[in-house]
């Protein structure tokens, strides 16, 4: 297969190999995302000693030494068996001493070490071991290329790049590898032949989130309806059954996360911190909520405001991830039924344009704008120094002021803001007489509480366009289309 997209990380990969001194790669995201593809791509056949070697879940010690120690006897012995060790000190001294005997002066050794975290079991000391050699031996040997990965992307980031013991500071690089965009989606699904227009996609896209895995389940000459039909509401299918493998690779105590984002997904317009620790049923509260509400943030889940010149409201989150969105909506409430027996296919067509589809399908509309953020920012020609946020005020109970929500704004450096506001429509949106009074009066709310003198500017972000009306041409300064976020 060949690896589509991924170009800042191929070219962050490249730099990587090419350098001349020992290097040192954290690479995390969620499951399924092709971690383990890009690094295999990049350098399985690169001039180089390619050491692989997967972590083994929930195996114990002693599996995880023996795998590995079969793979260094595969990679420098043409097979041969080695001596296994009893521990992770000693299995890495093996492999030092092998790189010593068997790889030449001048060829380069990339140490790929998949799914680490499932390696690093209970008082196994691997974490010791690590950073012992890599302090000792390995970051002096500038053949060497280290690539620790994982699927538990809190554990990479806590005990990896964040490290405060004898790792702190030594990675030289980290990816986040991120779900495909839009343009990246349709490129994967143009490469397996799946012809589909931009608006079928995106409602594909509402559901995999730009997962590389969940699009190659999808079939040709089907609409989108029907593949997520196929995907998601027949017995046994691969996203009825993911989410809970999802999010106990991702996080220990996996429960805990889940309950989070079912708070934050009731909320759509986004909801404060304290309310979140308030409705929450984790026992341990306060700080370790925050802790969790970070780590679902760094792994791409929920995204944080703070509310645009008025940060003493603290901060609020929404939630961002376009499957689990899908998943807490459409399949949750369900489930049951579906465990008892099969749905009958056509479920999803039945659901489609219904009140219930379209609400959802605005929201997670929304979550894909904030995605494409770049995209909207060259359509409507704002700098990538104009700060991006998101805007509500909620008037204190039993007060005579206007609340307002406002979905995305850019506070631009040439004393100007554009407001957006995120629309998705199957037809043209059409700007009627109330709706634009609704706009002016949000605009008017924005002005009095931050009271900001910045010149306000106004667009729309709909997906597929918008009907000319008088109340257009006097309200909108520009527009963004589905074919742009495509860009």
């Known amino acids: 297969m060949n690896l589509i997209g991924r170009y800042a990380e191929k070219s962050a990969l490249a730099d990587f190999f090419k350098s001349e001194r020992p290097e040192f790669l954290a690479i995390y995201g969620r499951r399924r995302i092709g971690k383990t593809f890009l690094i295999k791509q990049t350098f399985a056949e690169r001039?180089?000693?390619?050491?692989?070697?997967?972590?083994?879940?929930?195996?114990?010690?002693?599996?995880?030494?023996?795998?590995?120690?079969?793979?260094?006897?595969?990679?420098?012995?043409?097979?041969?068996?080695?001596?296994?060790?009893?521990?992770?000190?000693?299995?890495?001294?093996?492999?030092?001493?092998?790189?010593?005997?068997?790889?030449?002066?001048?060829?380069?050794?990339?140490?790929?070490?998949?799914?680490?975290?499932?390696?690093?079991?209970?008082?196994?000391?691997?974490?010791?071991?690590?950073?012992?050699?890599?302090?000792?031996?390995?970051?002096?040997?500038?053949?060497?290329?280290?690539?620790?990965?994982?699927?538990?992307?809190?554990?990479?980031?806590?005990?990896?790049?964040?490290?405060?013991?004898?790792?702190?500071?030594?990675?030289?690089?980290k990816i986040h590898l991120m779900p495909f965009n839009l343009k990246e989606t349709a490129l994967l699904l143009a490469h397996h032949k799946i012809n589909l227009n931009h608006k079928q996609m995106i409602?594909?896209?509402?559901?995999?989130?730009?997962?590389?895995?969940?699009?190659?389940?999808?079939?040709?000459?089907?609409?989108?309806?029907?593949?997520i039909d196929k995907l998601a509401f027949q017995h046994d299918s691969l996203l009825f059954n993911e989410f809970n493998n999802l999010f106990s690779s991702l996080f220990e105590n996996s429960e805990n996360y889940i309950e989070l984002l079912?708070?934050?997904?009731?909320?759509?317009?986004?909801?404060?911190?304290?309310?979140?620790?308030?409705?929450?049923n984790d026992v341990s509260r306060g700080g370790r909520t925050v802790e969790r509400l970070k780590e679902l943030e760094d792994t791409g889940f929920i995204i944080s405001f703070m509310p645009h010149l008025h940060k003493k409201r603290g901060k609020y989150y929404r939630l961002i991830d376009e499957y689990t969105l899908f998943y807490l909506d459409w399949i949750e409430p369900i489930k049951n039924t579906l465990q008892k027996r099969s749905l009958e296919s056509g479920y999803w067509l039945e659901k489609h344009n219904s009140p219930t589809w379209h609400n959802w399908a605005g929201y997670a509309f929304e979550s894909i704008c904030y995605k494409h953020l770049h995209q909207i920012r060259k359509k409507l020609n704002i700098s990538k120094s104009a700060v991006a946020n998101g805007w509500r005020y909620v008037p204190i109970a039993k007060s005579k002021d206007k609340g307002a929500q406002i979905d995305l704004l850019f506070d631009r450096?040439?004393?100007?803001?554009?407001?957006?506001?995120?629309?998705?429509?199957?037809?043209?949106?059409?700007?009627?007489?109330?709706?634009?009074?609704?706009?002016?009066?949000?605009?008017?709310?924005?002005?009095?509480?931050?009271?900001?003198?910045?010149?306000?500017?106004?667009?729309?972000?709909?997906?597929?366009?918008?009907?000319?009306?008088?109340?257009?041409?006097d309200l909108i300064e520009g527009v963004v289309t589905l074919e742009d976020l495509f860009e």
């Open 262 to 280: 079912r708070v934050i997904s009731k909320s759509h317009s986004g909801i404060g911190q304290e309310e979140i620790i308030s409705q929450s």
């Open 203 to 227: 409602e594909l896209y509402m559901t995999t989130g730009g997962v590389p895995y969940y699009l190659l389940h999808t079939e040709k000459n089907h609409s989108a309806a029907q593949m």
């Open 413 to 473: 450096d040439d004393d100007s803001i554009t407001i957006c506001e995120i629309k998705y429509t199957t037809e043209l949106f059409s700007i009627t007489k109330d709706y634009a009074g609704n706009i002016k009066n949000k605009i008017s709310v924005f002005k009095e509480i931050t009271r900001t003198k910045k010149q306000i500017f106004f667009a729309m972000i709909s997906a597929n366009g918008i009907k000319d009306t008088i109340y257009s041409d």
């Open 47 to 173: 001039d180089c000693f390619f050491f692989n070697v997967t972590g083994v879940q929930k195996g114990k010690t002693d599996v995880q030494i023996n795998r590995f120690t079969k793979e260094i006897g595969k990679v420098f012995y043409q097979g041969a068996d080695i001596k296994e060790q009893n521990n992770w000190i000693n299995t890495f001294d093996t492999l030092t001493e092998t790189i010593k005997k068997i790889v030449p002066a001048k060829k380069k050794i990339v140490l790929f070490f998949d799914e680490f975290p499932w390696m690093a079991t209970h008082k196994s000391g691997l974490l010791q071991a690590l950073e012992h050699h890599w302090n000792h031996t390995w970051s002096n040997d500038n053949r060497i290329k280290l690539i620790i990965c994982g699927s538990s992307a809190s554990w990479i980031i806590n005990k990896i790049i964040n490290n405060k013991g004898g790792l702190h500071n030594r990675i030289t690089r």
